[in-house]
Structures are given as C-alpha cells and as structure tokens.
C-alpha cells in the first residue's frame, strides 16, 4: 500500500497521526495506530446513526462505486450507507449485472469503471488476491470488501469496534473462533486485528475444516488451535460462530449437518455453558448465519448476542474507512468544512 502526499507541511498534530493510506487490502496493512484510530472514528460515526437527519457533508463531490462480484446483503448495504452518509455519490455494481456476465475480463470491467472519474472501488470478488490486483490497475482507492478465501478486513474492524463496545479493552481477553475456517474470508483478517489489540485467540473446528498449514502459521503468529469446542468454551469472553459454506464445499468435509450441529454448533446447552461459566461473555457472528446448523436460535438471539450490533457497527466502521481514505487530512468527522456542526 502506497500512502497519499502533500505538499503542505504537517502540523504537530497532524504529524502524530497515523499517515493517511491509499488502499485498505489486508487487515496486516495496518498498525496498531492506524487500527485505533479507525475505531475511535468509528465511535464518532456511530452517533450519526441516533440523529434524525444522518447526513454528514464529508465526502461532498466524491463517488464511490460497490463493484460486487458474489452476492452480499450486510457489506454491500452497509458501504452504499455509509457513503450516502458522507454525502458521496454511491453506485452499486453487481457481477450479474455487469459485463463480465457477457464474458468481459475483471481488469476491463474495473478499467472501464475507473475510466469515468470515480474516487474510490470497493470491491468484493470470489479470488483470493483480486483487491490487490485491482489496486495494481487503477488510481482510485480500493477497498477488499471480501476476496475469495483470503481476507475482509473492515469485517474485522467492526467485529473488533463490537467486542470493545460491550466488553472494554481487548488486551488479554480470550476469542474463540469456531466453525469453518478453511471456506472463511473473516480468519485471517480477525486473527491478525484481533491480535493486534492484544486479544488471545483459539480457533476451533473439526480436523477437516482446518486450513491446511495452521499449525505453523499458529506457532508463528501465537494464536491456539483446538478440535473441542466443549473444552474451549468455559474459558472464553468472545464466541465468534461462523457459517458453514456449503456453497464453497466440495466434498464430505464432515458426515451429516446434525453430527456437525452436535460437535460444533453453538447449542441451547452449549450456550447455558458459555454463560454460567462468564455471565459476561458475548456472541457474535459474521452472518449470514444458518439457524440450526452452527448456531441455535436461543443463542443467536440470546442476550449475549452481538450480532445485530456487528450490523449496526459495520456502517459505523466503513463510514471510517471511507473517511479516512477519501476526506482531507483537516476535516474531522460531524463537522462541515468551515468547521461547524453539519
């Protein structure tokens, strides 16, 4: 990632901030400082949501265009809300609706975008590295709203923003992650930001679902593996239950959804466990979610539950991310460009 320049010098204060990035790629292209300060716009952010008019004049002249290459309900809508918000102008592009259903190439498609002014693309595709190319062919700002089986990182950042919201300091809480690891885009991104912020992680799954290489990468990067989920689940704060993709399985990676349901799911039972072993303990899942397969509806809808929250979040974060990446380097968030309330 390439960072923006300016031939104005930084003031003190803005010399201390994180430098301004060009492409938001992978959750690793961002430090500690960086990541903290997406966050706490966030929080900014998330008040525009309670006000009766939720429009900030930030991005004014701006446009953003979603390029969707798999189907999304909560990233694609949470990103055109979040610009709208912004007052950028958004455009939703669908692969289905695109060219590259009559056989056009990714890099024409984008080309062609980005041909006509745009400021920035995000951009969700079923390869993994697709973001990262994209980045290599045009001058507007990319954002990986979801590569293939690699990464999604604003989805990190807003699981991240929801856990601090209920619990605090992430520093020494313990997350496990659970379910299909080896189909999930969320991992790695939530490995590395959770990691970041000083959490302690344990991923849980059955041997099948395992990527292959974990057990190196976990002894390099400090996170825990674990084929019991009965064993984890007392010591955790933060259950993360991921769906299960079928739609991306090939093969008999476990024998039936009941035998699945009964070794990993996040059972009625399972969740009376979670919660007598930490009352405060939370749920959280990146969604969709499939009821019944690795999460019970008494758990999905439970108290503990953050997953509506993590919706609710995820407008807050990329109205962040965009901030960040599109807005002058003077202008703060819920003021106008001379400086008063918007």
């Known amino acids: 990632m390439t960072t923006a320049t300016t031939a104005v010098a930084p003031t003190p204060?803005?010399?201390?901030?994180?430098?301004?990035?060009?492409?938001?790629?992978?959750?690793?292209?961002?430090s500690l400082p960086e990541i903290r300060?997406?966050?706490?716009?966030?929080a900014e952010m998330h008040e525009v949501q309670r006000?009766?008019?939720?429009?900030?004049?930030?991005?004014?002249?701006?446009?953003?265009?979603?390029?969707?290459f798999e189907d999304s309900t909560r990233t694609r809508s949470s990103f055109e809300i979040a610009g709208k918000w912004l007052s950028a102008d958004v455009i939703n592009?669908?692969?289905?609706?695109s060219s590259t259903s009559k056989g056009e190439s990714l890099r024409d498609t984008v080309l062609t975008v980005a041909a006509m002014g745009v400021d920035a693309l995000v951009i969700r595709h079923g390869a993994s590295g697709a973001a990262h190319q994209v980045s290599q062919w045009v001058d507007a700002h990319v954002v990986n709203a979801g590569d293939g089986m690699h990464e999604?990182?604003?989805?990190?950042?807003l699981d991240a923003y929801t856990m601090e919201r209920r619990l605090g300091s992430l520093e020494g809480r313990h997350v496990a992650i659970v379910g299909d690891l080896t189909h999930s885009r969320v991992v790695r991104s939530n490995l590395i930001t959770l990691g970041r912020l000083g959490a302690r992680v344990t991923l849980v799954a059955p041997p099948t679902l395992m990527p292959a290489g974990i057990g190196a990468w976990s002894q390099s990067d400090g996170f825990a593996l674990s084929h019991d989920l009965d064993e984890v689940l007392p010591g955790v704060d933060v259950v993360m239950m991921l769906r299960v993709q079928r739609?991306?399985?090939?093969?008999?990676f476990f024998p039936t959804p009941r035998e699945y349901t009964v070794g990993y799911g996040l059972t009625r039972d399972r969740l009376?466990?979670?919660?007598a072993a930490n009352p405060e303990a939370v749920i959280c899942h990146p969604g969709p979610m499939n009821r019944g397969l690795?999460?019970?509806?008494?758990?999905?809808?439970?108290a503990q539950s953050l997953i509506l929250e993590q919706v609710s979040a995820g407008v807050a974060v990329r109205m962040s991310v965009l901030y960040h990446l599109l807005a002058g380097s003077d202008e703060r968030p819920g003021h106008d460009h001379e400086g008063g309330e918007s």
């Not at 006000?51 to 969707?68: E, I, Q, S």
């Not at 999604?152 to 950042?157: D, E, I, K, R, S």
């Not at 739609?247 to 008999?252: I, P, Q």
């Open 51 to 68: 006000r009766d008019v939720k429009k900030l004049p930030t991005l004014r002249g701006r446009t953003v265009v979603n390029l969707f």
């Open 294 to 302: 690795e999460i019970a509806a008494d758990a999905a809808d439970a």
């Open 152 to 157: 999604h990182p604003t989805q990190a950042l």
């Open 37 to 42: 300060e997406i966050l706490d716009t966030a």
């Open 93 to 97: 592009v669908s692969g289905k609706g």
């Open 247 to 252: 739609e991306r399985m090939s093969g008999g």
């Open 13 to 30: 204060e803005a010399a201390t901030r994180p430098r301004r990035r060009r492409h938001l790629l992978s959750s690793a292209d961002l």
């Open 272 to 275: 009376r466990t979670l919660v």
